[in-house]
Structures are given as structure tokens and as C-alpha cells.
């Protein structure tokens, strides 16, 4: 399974490029992912949303993990902000060795956890490249 950052959420932000890094990262969600001996484990990090708005898909072999926050979402006049609560776009590209009929996930403590069930005897077999 790999990230697709080509996918990501991109704004169009005028301004320096930290501001720009800034930005990008207020808009997405952070995530990590783990090997299990039967899964990829992924914890996307969404502390403050609410579970009926998020959707995943998997058309192809790319898997698009999206939150849209409510309409009349209150947006105070933030004194420090350092995480939004607003919406993000996430897109993972999926190898063959994932059972896509049997991604599951839920929504616990701020975290949507995502499990992809690897296909028993499909795991990606690994090779190492020489740098020359």
C-alpha cells in the first residue's frame, strides 16, 4: 500500500512557501500505518469530527479517505490554532495483495481506524536496489 501525495488535498494559497506548507497542513489529517501478519492497519488522525461525515472509497486500486464537515459548522475567531477540524481528502494507492471487498473501519477517540485485509498468500514480495 503506498500514499498517493499526488492525490492529497491541495489549496490554492498565494503567499510564501512555508505559509503554503502551513496551509496544506491544516487541511489534511495526519496518518500512520502499521503491518499486521493479516492487515495493513491505518490510523488517520481526526480528533473533533464527526463519524457520519466521513466517506471512504476504493475505485481501481486507489483508496480516497474524505471528510466534509457539516453545513453551519461554527468557525470561531481562533486565539491559537494549531489543528482544524475542517475537511480533508486523503488518497492511498492499493496493491494487489489488498482484499478490497473487506477494508473496514470506525471512527474511536479521534481516530478513524482502517483495516486492509491482506489476501493469504498475496503479500508484495520485497527486493532490495543496490544505489551505484
Known amino acids: 500500500m503506498y500514499y498517493n501525495q499526488s492525490c492529497a488535498a491541495k489549496g490554492n494559497h498565494s503567499g510564501s512557501r512555508n505559509r503554503h506548507l502551513f496551509i496544506r497542513s491544516m487541511q489534511r489529517a495526519a496518518v500512520n500505518i502499521y503491518k499486521t501478519e493479516t492487515s ?3 490510523l488517520v488522525f481526526a480528533p473533533g469530527r464527526i463519524k457520519e461525515n466521513f466517506s471512504l472509497q476504493v475505485k481501481g486500486n486507489e483508496l480516497t479517505i474524505t471528510y466534509t464537515p457539516p453545513e453551519g459548522f461554527p468557525r470561531p475567531e481562533w486565539i491559537l490554532r494549531e ?7 486523503r488518497t492511498f494507492t492499493l496493491n494487489d495483495s489488498i482484499d478490497a471487498s473487506k477494508i473496514s473501519a470506525k471512527y ?3 481516530v478513524l481506524e482502517v483495516s486492509l485485509p491482506v489476501i493469504a498468500g498475496k503479500e508484495a514480495t520485497s527486493q532490495e536496489i543496490k544505489v551505484s
Open 40 to 42: 495493513f492497519e491505518m
Open 83 to 89: 489543528y482544524s477540524r475542517g475537511g480533508f481528502v
Open 108 to 110: 474511536v477517540d479521534g
